[in-house]
């Protein structure tokens, strides 16, 4: 089945550690994106790739990184730096490049900080 | 970014009640695009509908209606005849503008329909 599928599901990190969460999509998506939920917040966007190889911070990149070595995959890393990083991930593709079309979202992440 | 404010935090109706959800958004530009999403509590959010600021018409799809109003730059979604499995929250976004990637969301609002 086509979809964006997001691994694990839930995670535990202790303090200082960090961690990586998967995102893969077999849609042939050129974008995606990385957005942080908060309890009774809207979602926040932490990263963008638009193609292979390049991507540009959204409005909470700090204490995050991100890699897109391959189309299909756009992993997130929360490191020691990210002061609260207990949330909800979610990664999201859209089919092109450019800003507006319909961004389509996985299923999402529970990082829980213990 | 450009802001959306979705006001209504939390609201509960009785199955086949019609509930509008509120989204005001800001803009400084002339092309923009709307959204909306569902997110039950599996997480997941699900693609609703997509509208560019140059189409005002409204939208019906079965149940759910979209009122697009630039003059007073909202747009409201509408459940009719609601029923429990519409419990969710409801997030209307917009493209941030600037020529940035992405979405701004709204908050949410929390949609609980009492059987």
């Excluded at chain 1, 200082?16 to 050129?30: A, I, M």
């Excluded at chain 2, 509590?41 to 939208?59: A, C, H, K, M, T």
């Excluded at chain 2, 519409?86 to 979405?103: K, N, Q």
């Amino acid at each position: 089945d086509g979809g964006i599928t997001q691994s694990p599901k839930y995670l535990f990190r202790k303090e200082g550690q960090n961690v990586t969460l998967s995102c893969e999509q077999n849609l042939n998506h050129d974008a995606m994106y990385w957005y942080r939920q908060d309890p009774g917040q809207g979602l926040r966007l932490i990263y963008y790739s638009q193609i292979v190889n390049d991507f540009q911070k959204g409005d909470i990149a700090e204490g995050y990184s991100v890699s897109r070595e391959k189309k299909e995959s756009f992993p997130l890393t929360v490191t020691s730096a990210q002061k609260n990083p207990t949330a909800f991930y979610l990664c999201a593709s859209s089919g092109q490049r450019t800003t507006g079309n319909t961004i389509y979202f996985g299923e999402g992440s529970w990082l829980t900080v213990v | 970014a450009q802001k959306v404010t979705q006001a209504q935090t939390e609201i509960s109706v009785v199955e086949k009640e019609d509930v509008t959800l509120d989204c005001v958004y800001e803009t400084r530009d002339t092309t923009y695009y709307l959204f909306w999403y569902k997110q039950p509590p599996s997480g997941e959010l699900v693609f609703l509908i997509r509208r560019n600021s140059f189409d005002e018409q409204n939208e019906i799809s079965g149940r759910y209606s979209w009122n697009f109003q630039k003059s007073t730059s909202s747009f409201n979604f509408t459940i009719t005849a609601s029923q429990v499995v519409d419990s969710a929250v409801y997030f209307c976004a917009r493209t941030p503008g600037g020529g940035a990637d992405g979405l701004t969301f709204g908050k949410g609002t929390h949609l609980i329909i009492q059987p």
